[in-house]
């Protein structure tokens, strides 16, 4: 079963909305990274997270990770066509480059 | 390299029959993982080599999977009796155990279909 829940399971929104998926584990990880999937493609790297209560931005996506490493989000800013997918978070527990776990994630749609 | 190769792309097989599906990674990445990936589901672990050594098994894998990576460089996976709940994409990734924030790169990965 999945070992990182990540809510919502879908979220539509049209284009120019903001857009959020939240992503909490039952125990702490070493790292969140999240990764976006195209329909009929496969998942493509973001980014990592490692440190408690860090924050990275990518241009419209801001990325955070909980301070206590169980809890990560993502924020889309003004959302566009192009950021039609699934987002994914996915955690790792020991290593830093081990076993990811990954949540079920969040299926945008944007309506133009 | 362009980067992670998965073949066959897609694989219809009748229930009872063997598959195999190679996984070619970038090839300065020392890590290897499979993933299975079923219709609105995350990728779901089943194993992960450091060069040819095996470390990780995902207790959800049967022993009608195997993996191998012999010489380090590309792998193979094997399902053994296919059954209908084995309709899944598998899904290959690599990573280097280098510094910095790398994650995974994964191939396109092969359909299979039980029927």
């Known amino acids: 079963g999945q070992q990182v829940m990540q809510i919502p399971q879908y979220q539509h929104v049209q284009e120019g909305e903001d857009f959020t998926t939240y992503c909490n584990s039952s125990t702490t990880l070493s790292n969140i990274q999240w990764y976006k999937q195209r329909p009929g493609g496969h998942p493509v790297f973001l980014i990592q997270l490692v440190k408690s209560g860090e924050v990275k931005k990518q241009k419209r996506l801001t990325f955070q990770f909980g301070e206590a490493k169980k809890n990560s989000s993502l924020h889309i800013t003004a959302t566009q066509t192009t950021d039609v997918g699934t987002y994914f978070c996915a955690g790792t527990r020991g290593s830093t480059l081990g076993r990811l776990y990954f949540g079920r994630g969040t299926q945008l749609t944007v309506w133009p | 390299d362009t980067g992670v190769s998965q073949d066959p792309r897609h694989k219809i097989t009748k229930r009872g029959q063997n598959v195999t599906f190679r996984c070619d990674p970038i090839s300065e990445h020392n890590r290897l993982y499979w993933y299975r990936q079923t219709l609105g589901q995350g990728p779901e672990f089943l194993t992960y080599?450091?060069?040819?050594?095996?470390?990780?098994k995902s207790r959800l894998l049967s022993d009608r999977f195997s993996a191998e990576r012999p010489k380090g460089s590309f792998s193979t996976l094997e399902i053994q009796r296919t059954e209908q709940g084995d309709s899944a994409m598998y899904l290959c990734a690599s990573s280097s155990t280098g510094t910095g924030p790398y994650g995974y790169t994964f191939g396109s990965g092969t359909r299979l279909t039980v029927v």
């Open positions: 080599f450091q060069n040819e050594a095996q470390l990780e």
